[in-house]
């Protein structure tokens, strides 16, 4: 059953600031850049066609942005973040996000992606398919069902009536911790809907997916989704 994540504070937010690889320059890679910086990160964002095609993004995002290759961001990263199209995972590196926390915020559009059949046939999960390609990685989902536009403008103080909520799911349960911390950086509470597996309970035409919703509202939605 979906349950309410530990809103403690991770050490790696709390007490440093980090070096977040992001891979991924679409829509939710560029805000999770901006709100990272906001926050006194430093990102490392790589996308599909090269470094120098993320010149006037660098620049938007300041001094603690570099744009690299999808490797170099990987290296550099003390976590990293994958946003990518799914037909694309097979070039997310593999090597440099070994033991590294990695976020997922994927999604499965076939009409994007291609038919996938084990996702048709509910043999896996979008995040199952991440961890396989990264089997050395503590993959944990996050903002995959928030709309870009409301990542920076929705989140308020913790103890907020009403205070919108976010899902994740993880088999690293400190993956998850990490993933509620930052959540609460972000200005939203966590709802976990379990390990990686159940993580389909909030993807795309699921009752979470992309609605405003608190953490009472998301345990329901979580729980009333039919695979």
Request: hydrophobic letters at 40%.
């Amino acid at each position: 059953m979906p349950s309410r994540g530990n809103t403690a504070r991770h050490p790696a937010l709390s007490s440093r600031m980090t070096t977040v690889g992001i891979i991924g320059a679409g829509h939710i890679g560029s805000t999770l850049a901006e709100g990272l910086i906001a926050r006194g990160h430093d990102v490392v964002i790589a996308n599909s066609r090269g470094p120098e095609t993320l010149a006037d993004l660098v620049e938007k995002l300041g001094d603690r942005a570099r744009a690299a290759t999808a490797a170099e961001a990987a290296d550099a990263a003390d976590w990293a973040i994958v946003t990518v199209p799914l037909k694309g995972l097979d070039t997310v590196p593999v090597e440099g996000l070994a033991g590294k926390i990695v976020l997922d915020t994927c999604n499965y559009y076939w009409e994007r992606d291609g038919r996938i059949a084990a996702l048709d046939e509910k043999r896996t999960t979008t995040s199952q398919m991440v961890q396989e390609h990264l089997p050395a990685s503590r993959v944990v989902k996050a903002f995959n069902h928030i709309m870009s536009t409301d990542i920076l403008v929705d989140g308020t103080p913790a103890g907020t009536e009403d205070r919108r909520a976010l899902a994740t799911a993880g088999d690293d349960e400190e993956a998850v911790r990490f993933v509620t911390a930052l959540y609460d950086e972000f200005g939203y509470d966590t709802v976990s809907a379990g390990p990686l597996a159940e993580s389909w309970r909030v993807e795309r035409d699921q009752p979470a997916y992309v609605v405003r919703q608190n953490a009472d509202e998301l345990r329901a939605n979580l729980a009333a989704a039919v695979r």
